[in-house]
């Protein structure tokens, strides 16, 4: 798989009238009524336009917001924010670097031990790749966040 994360043409015709609204236009899905507000299941989540590694399941937490919240990106660079004065309000607005995708918001009422952050993500803008399809769809680099490490007791003595 390519690390090339810009958006296509192609790809944002493929995507759905939500995934759009969502992506390119900074919409907002449903609370509660979305794919991946209550998944549990070990992988990393992409950006549905282009592919980039964005968040893990090992940084998902139930939030009770109805949406699929995250304490950091799975890598820094791969998430930029900027200042969002919609709504009469101000937030943190977070996109993708690669595709420049509207993601969803970071608050600052997340996990304190995890730093404090929410990264409030909308489903549409995300695809989940499962744990062990990691290395099939060409993300192999991330399995080993979900492969038990062992120890070898002689090198720990030694």
């Known amino acids: 798989m390519s690390n090339d994360y810009r958006k296509t043409s ?12 969502v992506t390119q236009e900074d919409g907002t899905e449903p609370p509660f ?5 209550n998944t549990h299941d070990d992988g990393i989540y ?8 964005l968040f893990s399941s090992i940084d998902k937490f139930d939030s009770g917001t109805g949406w699929p ?11 930029t924010t900027r200042t ?3 709504l009469f309000m101000t937030r943190t607005e977070a996109r993708s670097t690669g ?4 993601l969803g918001h970071v608050f600052d009422d997340g996990p304190r031990d995890a730093g404090g952050l929410r990264y ?4 549409a803008a995300l695809r989940f790749v499962p744990a062990d399809r990691l290395e099939e769809e060409g993300y192999g680099r991330y399995s080993t966040l979900f492969t038990p490490h062992t120890t070898d007791n002689a ?4």
């Open 10 to 21: 192609e790809a944002v015709s493929d995507l759905t009238h939500l995934q759009y609204e």
């Open 33 to 37: 009524r979305n794919a991946y507000w």
């Open 46 to 53: 992409v950006d549905v336009v282009s592919g980039q590694p």
């Open 69 to 79: 919240s995250f304490t950091k990106p799975i890598d820094e660079s791969a998430v």
């Open 84 to 86: 969002d004065r919609k």
């Open 99 to 102: 595709a420049d995708s509207h």
């Open 120 to 123: 409030c993500m909308n489903s």
């Open 155 to 158: 090198e720990e003595q030694s």
